[in-house]
């Protein structure tokens, strides 16, 4: 979770300029930005709003073996 201005402002109303949860803030703002896009599994923006499309996402996602087929069976009523 990303911290924001208001929480700057809250941590040093609170604690002060020089104080650990300050400089703990610093180093979140500083890190998290680098790390937003180390994964190296990326989900697609947007997220398919298809639940078969977000299904199949998820499954592949699970699998251990890259060459694995999925094979979706739909019935209809």
């Given at each position: 979770i990303m911290p924001n201005t208001e929480t700057k402002v809250l941590l040093v109303q609170?604690?002060?300029e020089k104080s650990h949860p300050?400089?703990?803030?610093q180093r979140i703002m500083?890190?998290?930005?680098?790390f937003k896009?180390?994964?190296p599994f990326p989900l697609p923006q947007p997220l398919p709003?298809?639940?078969v499309d977000l299904a199949h996402l998820s499954l592949?996602?699970?699998?251990?073996d890259l060459d694995a087929r999925i094979?979706?069976?739909?019935?209809?009523?």
């Open positions: 609170i604690f002060g300050m400089r703990k803030y500083y890190w998290f930005p680098k896009h180390i994964n709003e298809d639940p592949t996602r699970i699998a251990n094979t979706i069976y739909q019935v209809q009523f």
